[in-house]
């Protein structure tokens, strides 16, 4: 099914920036989930992009209850591709539906609250975990990179795979 409209849920910013720069390559309106529920009808068919937390697609419970959601984007600090398989059972992805999985980025200053706690703990545990690894791959070195520096990694070149879908969509 052929997108109305690209829908979001941002925690830092870099889910926002995936849907803006979809739009621009669209044509597509791009809304917050919540301007969203008072701007688009129920059951209006979107693109839904949302910032990954333990392997769950933040807002998407959330959209699906009100839209027809044609593809999911998961924004998350690991390697575009990667968790595919754990985000589609976390969040009971229909096989059929399709995922696309972008690297977003990682900013301490931007995290709030509980966030912040529970990134605060996970860079640092995960992070000397991996500074202690002697054979890290590229994967693993850019991971270590964004914990210990922060970051952004979104690029136009990772939606080539959701704009190909869409380019086919029907």
Not at 132 to 152: A, H, T, V
Request: hydrophobic share 40%; proline share 5%.
């Amino acid at each position: 099914m052929k997108p109305n409209a690209i829908v979001y849920t941002s925690n830092t910013g870099y889910t926002r920036q995936y849907a803006l720069l979809l739009g621009a390559q669209t044509g597509l309106p791009v809304y917050a989930l919540d301007e969203a529920r008072k701007c688009l009808a129920p059951g209006c068919a979107i693109l839904y992009l949302g910032w990954l937390m333990a392997g769950k697609v933040q807002g998407y419970a959330k959209a699906n209850g009100r839209f027809r959601i044609a593809a999911v984007c998961g924004v998350g600090m690991g390697a575009p591709g990667s968790q595919n398989e754990d985000i589609r059972k976390a969040n009971a992805l229909p096989a059929s539906l399709p995922l696309f999985t972008l690297q977003g980025g990682f900013d301490m200053t931007r995290l709030h609250g509980v966030y912040r706690l529970m990134m605060t703990v996970m860079s640092k545990t995960v992070g000397k975990k991996l500074a202690d690894k002697p054979d890290r791959s590229p994967e693993e070195d850019d991971m270590l990179e964004l914990l210990q520096n922060g970051g952004s990694r979104v690029s136009e070149a990772q939606l080539a795979g959701v704009l190909e879908w869409y380019a086919h969509a029907q």
